[in-house]
């Protein structure tokens, strides 16, 4: 079971939402997509306006796992118009404060 912070997130993720989503972030908080780093709220809520634009997908949340107290990961299947059609992404996300701090999406 995922905590409220990324269960909220998730949803707000799918639906596109970047006002809930900027929510769940700490202030210093970082993602990694694709290889690239965003760093802070400015760099994250433009990673999150761009990400995956370019494509029509859907997403199936197909596993999810505690890694320790402070670190979950979150599997989803994607289905889409992308190089390669599928592909399964773990959202490997760290909390602290029941915010998250990092956010890994591999």
Known sequence: MLPDT???Y???HTTRD???AMQSYAENAEVTDDGKT??????IRAWFGSAASEYTYT???????KIDDTTY???HHLEGDFPGGTVDLDFT?????DRIVRLVIA
């Open 6 to 8: 990324i269960t909220k």
């Open 10 to 12: 998730l949803a707000s």
């Open 18 to 20: 970047a006002d809930t």
């Open 38 to 43: 965003y760093r802070g709220r400015d760099e």
């Open 59 to 65: 997403s199936e949340l197909i596993a999810t796992r």
């Open 73 to 75: 990961v979150a599997t």
């Open 93 to 97: 996300f760290t909390l602290e404060d």
